[in-house]
C-alpha cells in the first residue's frame, strides 16, 4: 500500500438520528451542509424514502442508499443543497423536487416543483419557508412527535438552540422571520418535537437533532431578530 492510499481516510457512515432517519456527514460541495434520509418503505417492492439535501456522492453513499431501498424522492431545501444532483439523480433514478423559484438553477435535469407545499406521503410533507433564499422550503415528518428539516432557514446556534441566522447572503430578512412566525401558527407541541438543521450541526454537540422545538421556538424574541445585523 503506497502513502496516498494510507493517507486516504474512508468516508464516515451515515448516523441513525432515529430509527428511520439518518444523517450524513457534512459535505463540502454544500458548504458543509448535512443531508438526510427518510425511510419510508411502504412494501418490499415499492419505497418511497426521501434524501433531503445532497450528501457527498460517494460509492459508500450509493450502496447505503441502495441497501436501505434506494431514494424515490431527493427534496433540496435551497439552493445551497444542491450540490451533485445531476449525479444523484443519474445513480439512483429519483424525482427531485424543489421550490419553484429555485429551479431554474438546475436545467440540466428534470425536477418536480411546487409553489406552496408538496405532499410526499401521509407523514411527509414539505412546504415554502422563503426567506434565507427566494425558494427555501422545510419538510415536516409527523413521526416521533414531528420532526422538522431546516435547511438553513433555522439553525443550532452556538449554544445549539435554534434561531433564524442572518448572513451575508440571506436573501430577505423580514420574510426569513415570518416565515418563522408562520411555524408557531401552524404546529404546536404535539406536532413539533424535532428540528434537524441543514447545516451547524456541531453546535449540537453530537445530539443528533434539537429536541423540545416548539417551546424553543416560542422562546425566540423575532421582535428583536428584526435589527439582528449579518453574520460574516
Given at each position: 500500500m503506497d502513502s496516498t492510499e494510507q493517507s486516504k481516510t474512508p468516508p464516515k457512515a451515515p448516523r441513525r438520528v432515529f430509527d428511520t432517519i439518518f444523517a450524513f456527514p457534512p459535505n463540502r460541495h454544500t458548504l458543509g451542509a448535512t443531508a438526510y434520509l427518510i425511510l419510508e418503505n411502504d412494501s418490499p417492492d415499492q419505497a418511497s424514502n426521501i434524501l433531503i439535501d445532497c450528501p457527498a456522492w460517494e460509492e459508500s453513499t450509493h450502496q447505503f442508499l441502495q441497501d436501505h431501498g434506494g431514494v424515490r424522492w431527493l427534496f433540496l431545501t435551497h439552493r445551497?443543497?444542491?450540490?451533485?444532483?445531476?449525479?444523484?439523480?443519474?445513480?439512483l433514478g429519483c424525482e427531485v423536487v424543489i421550490q419553484e423559484q429555485e429551479a431554474y438553477l438546475i436545467p440540466e435535469i428534470s425536477v418536480t416543483s411546487f409553489q406552496y407545499e408538496f405532499v410526499f406521503s401521509p407523514t411527509s410533507r414539505a412546504f415554502w419557508t422563503p426567506g434565507h433564499s427566494p425558494g427555501c422550503a422545510c419538510l415536516h415528518h409527523s413521526e416521533y412527535g414531528g420532526v422538522l428539516f431546516t435547511g438553513r432557514h433555522l439553525l443550532p446556534t452556538r449554544e445549539g438552540q435554534p434561531a433564524p441566522l442572518r448572513v451575508s447572503k440571506t436573501f430577505h430578512w423580514p420574510r426569513q422571520l415570518r416565515s418563522v412566525k408562520r411555524l408557531l401558527d401552524d404546529f404546536n407541541s404535539e406536532t413539533l418535537s424535532y428540528l434537524c438543521p441543514g447545516a451547524n450541526s456541531g453546535f449540537?454537540?453530537?445530539?443528533r437533532?434539537?429536541?423540545?422545538?416548539?417551546?424553543?421556538?416560542?422562546?425566540?424574541?423575532?421582535?428583536?431578530?428584526?435589527?439582528?445585523?449579518p453574520l460574516l
Open positions: 445551497g443543497g444542491i450540490g451533485q444532483v445531476a449525479k444523484i439523480q443519474d445513480a449540537l454537540r453530537g445530539k437533532a434539537i429536541a423540545n422545538a416548539y417551546e424553543q421556538l416560542q422562546q425566540l424574541d423575532l421582535d428583536a431578530y428584526e435589527h439582528a445585523k
